[in-house]
């Protein structure tokens, strides 16, 4: 599978949980130019994607001509023929029904919507721009033109739990639960807001709710209705994918390698091919492997798991952090909670037993 | 006819004693100004960080005065009680010491046990105030400490300012008026004491010597008494204060003797050395130096073990006080057990790996030698806490006690018996000297001093009480060995010998300090603190709850892949049982333990 990647950095306001320098950036003009001229100057590995995902930053914040223009760009440079998927970040503030229509017109058959909450306190709390009202009316907005809509929703706010009751009147295809993890850089981390302690419960609630509306789990924090998982996130997590990103702080993988483009904007313009390329290690690329793995639902097969020490896995199955389901070594629930301490043991014993 | 003196400056840590030997070769033409003797002698790293010498440095000063020819044989000591033995054997290589006290500080115990010291030998002492010139000098108080302590005149203390050269002069007359010349017994056979030893990487290992009688040159064949190694000598010299070469070392000289040693163990401080062929009489005090502290270091990256074995092996090169053998823990893996003087030793040592050598390493909680006696009154040895047997019927433990001597104003005594008393010592003497001081003696275990005592007590005196002590006995104690169990497992590196009475508050301290350093993880990991089979203690640290990420696409791989690598690098440095991680400050956390109940 191969994926294009576009990033658009710019946002009407900043949420408190952001780290990314999205302020007072307007200067679109400059961006614009200065992405179209790396997709067209860009090595390419490429040439006929299966996905593409328009992601930010907040897409549907800007001129929608700034997205179309792009997008003509990207099929003069690319054969788009047999695209499976294509993907476009909104956020229920910034989207009219003529925006929709555009972006139907030329492809774009995903949306991605960032709801958060339905409840307006959470929202507020978050420093969202929007309302519970208008999140609810930008969702049946969608779904009257697409069948294809995914909502962000985030959970493991300190001081709520989350209310998930609205889903059920929602014929909404995927979601993406994310738990709020407070970073450097983000207004809350200045603020001195600290993560929400014990998240079992409302991880257990978010499960349930999920599975009675007839989301299944295919990833740590991604749900689908059968047949609607993102072909293109998914295409991230297995490194015989390739991907190709365009914009400020894109990342794309040939298969070998993984570039990361600057993320200072002065830079960007200046030099919008710089870049910066790793290669990676074997150890690396064990550890890389087994976290994209096991962040997914399907676990690693005994090609890896067969390699790592057998009492190893037997204390974390008998704690119940990890489970064997067709074949495949899987975390919990209880496990995803502390997936890194779980990926960091098993790549351990990995890399020991290899003698990489 | 030239006169020799050999002479100590007793003094406190920063009472000016490298100044002074400054000033005495600047006023004497041996050394021009601002060439330093201190720069050039005080030079590891470590001696600068703590403001002490670490091993003796020693200079011939030859010069006129009023017409005759002179040699001062300047006789340095190490400046920490944990060296006490090699001050003994420094002084007895003397006829004569200065007692150097700092007029703005006054007398401190360790000025004290150093005179003792001289005392023993016999030798006259010339008192000496210094820093006259700073405003905060109390002449008359220092002074009339100094006259109780001598019971001297207060005529014959003589005030100087090393610094500005004051009464520098008048010193060297003193010197030379009042200290004896060496006995000069020239005709008879060769007895020369080891006062000191150098390691030089060319030269191999080095004694320096005092010579009393007879004499000694290239060609000779030597013995060292202790040992009976037979070695010819290669070449004999004098400080100046770098070695230099002479023809022959006679009575009343101070130098060294090369003769191809190859390792400093074979060399021992107040050992005797004479001719193959005669036979004389060893000199007295000569005792053989015993690690008193012991601690296990181990690589805090497993894959340092060899680089540790090198430099351990280096160290020792340099240091035959130092001692080590191969240790296997459980929880640290490959290390070794170290043996060291005392607690500033053992740091000293852990300095230098870390500093001159850059490895990094775990040491785990000091602790003494125990000796256990069975029934039949056979004796073993104990330097490793774990290896303590369940002592059953029959079967003492003992303990080394110290007689400890503290130095301190009248008002900080209530604290000091305070913390002595929770220590376990008891209190056999206290003196007031000047009225304005007073010498508090205790007999008390060694285990209760070496951890933190002397912080304690530096802490509640505000800095103004100062301590020394000696070995004086081992004698048996109801202690008992306390364990920590990680999950059910003991960790060995965490056992500790404690006093039965001390053992419930030390093990749950213990417990609690250890809770709040390991980290939590992917299991609940229960500790205890257990005296044979019975639980004292137990606490739980939780499960983690959380770690985890929510997005990771395109951009983030990076990103969270490096997050994950750097919490890898901080496991490395743990050390685990079972699968239990620990972390390294875990294994000194009885170190950080209170007193306060």
Known sequence: MNGIYIHIPFCKSKCNYCNFASDNYNSYDEYFSSLEYEIRNKHRFFNIPDTIYIGGGTPSCIDEKFILNTIEIISETYDISSLKEFTIELNPESITKDKINHYLDYGINRFSMGVQSFNDDVLKFLGRAHNSQTAIRAVSMILH??????????????????????????????ISAYILSIEEGTAFFKQGIKEKRGLEEEYKYVLSELRNNGFNQYEISNFSKPGYESIHNTLYWDRN??????????????GHKRYNNTREMDLYFKDPLLSETEILSEKQIAIEDIMLKMRCVKGIDKSIYGIIDKDLLEMMISDNLIEFSNGNLKATNRGFLVLNEIILKLSDSYIENLGI | MTKIRNFSIIAHIDHGKSTLSDRLMEITGFKKKNDSIEQSLDSMQVER?????????????PFKWKDEDIIFNLIDTPGHVDFSYEVSRSLAACEGAILLVDATQGVEAQTISHLNEARKNNLPIIPVLNKIDLPAADIELSGSEIVELLNCNENDIILVSAKDGTGVDE??????????????????????????????????AIPFVRVFDGSVKKGNKIIFYSTGDIH?????????????????????????IICSIKNLEEIHIGDTIHLKDDKVEPFKGYKEVKPMVFSGFYPSYSEDYEKLKDSMAKLKLNDAAFSYITENSQALGFGFRCGFLGLLHMKIIQERLENEFDVSIVATMPNVIYKIVDIKGRETIIDNPALLPDLSRGIKILEPFLKLEIFTPPEYIGYIMKLSQDRRGVQKNITYIANKRVLMEYYIPMSEVIFDYFDKLKTLSKGYASMDYQLLEYKESDLVRLDILVNGIRVDALSSIVHRDKSFFFGSKMARKLKETIHRQLFEIRIQASIGSKVISKTVVKALRKNVLSKCYGGDITRKRKLLEKQKKGKKRMKSVGKVEIPQDAFLAALSIDDEK
Do not use: C
Request: charged share 20%.
């Open chain 1, 145 to 174: 033109q697409s069948r294809n809509l995914s909502i962000d929703i985030i959970w493991g706010i300190p001081g709520y739990f989350i209310n998930l009751e609205k889903l059920s009147n929602m014929p909404i295809q995927h």
């Open chain 1, 241 to 254: 994918n390739k991907y190709i990103g365009y914009g400020l702080s894109a990342s794309g993988f040939d």
């Open chain 2, 49 to 61: 960080d703590h403001g002490i010498t670490v091993k003796a440095h020693h200079v011939r000063i």
């Open chain 2, 171 to 204: 010193l060297v007359d003193v010197i030379i008026k009042k200290l004896p010349s060496p006995k000069i017994n020239a005709d008879i056979p060769l007895r020369a004491m080891i006062f000191d030893s150098n390691y030089n990487s060319y030269r191999g």
């Open chain 2, 232 to 256: 010819e000598v290669t070449e004999v010299g004098i400080f100046v204060p770098e070695m230099q070469p002479i023809k022959e070392l006679r009575s009343g000289d101070v130098g060294y």
